[in-house]
């Protein structure tokens, strides 16, 4: 009926903790966790599986760093990985000449991405690049001179996983 996307994270006091002590356990960075959770994202919605979590929630022992000894944690991998494919979206019109896009004010956090990553990351290749708000534009739509196109289109993953 749904899923839950966890990334392994290494909590202290684990099985799995004594295996990361010894060396026989790599977990994955942030980065490589962020990119899977967004695919898999993209795959469920691609089937219509509704994902209702994305990273473990929240909470001081995690915070605070000392429930985590290693792994992928982050407060908010679900926006990460969300705006990962926003990312990929954006990248793709960019790539195809596009200088401004439009977004529905709901969705600007996470097309800009957290800590405005995405624009920054955008900027290096495209400098022009913008991104603006419009309330006329659909939910989960990138709207340009170009007409609008959802993001699930924008950011496709293979659909046979690659």
Not at 101 to 109: I, N
Request: a positive charge; charged letters at 20%; glycine letters at 8%.
């Amino acid at each position: 009926d749904f899923l839950r996307i966890y990334p392994t994270v290494v909590l202290r006091h684990t099985r799995l903790a004594e295996l990361y002590l010894r060396g026989d356990y790599v977990p994955w960075s942030l980065t490589a966790a962020v990119e899977l959770g967004a695919e898999m994202l993209w795959h469920c919605r691609h089937h219509a599986v509704p994902v209702i979590r994305l990273g473990l929630q929240a909470s001081a022992g995690l915070d605070r760093g000392d429930v985590v000894l290693a792994g992928p944690y982050h407060p908010a991998f679900g926006q990460l990985a969300r705006s990962q494919l926003w990312l990929r979206a954006l990248r793709s019109l960019a790539r195809n000449g596009v200088a401004q896009v439009l977004v529905h004010p709901a969705d600007l956090a996470e097309a800009v991405g957290n800590r405005r990553r995405n624009l920054a990351s955008l900027h290096q290749e495209y400098p022009a690049f913008g991104v603006r708000t419009d309330a006329q534009v659909p939910r989960q739509t990138l709207g340009s001179d170009q007409g609008h196109r959802s993001l699930q289109e924008l950011a496709a993953y293979s659909s046979t996983g690659g």
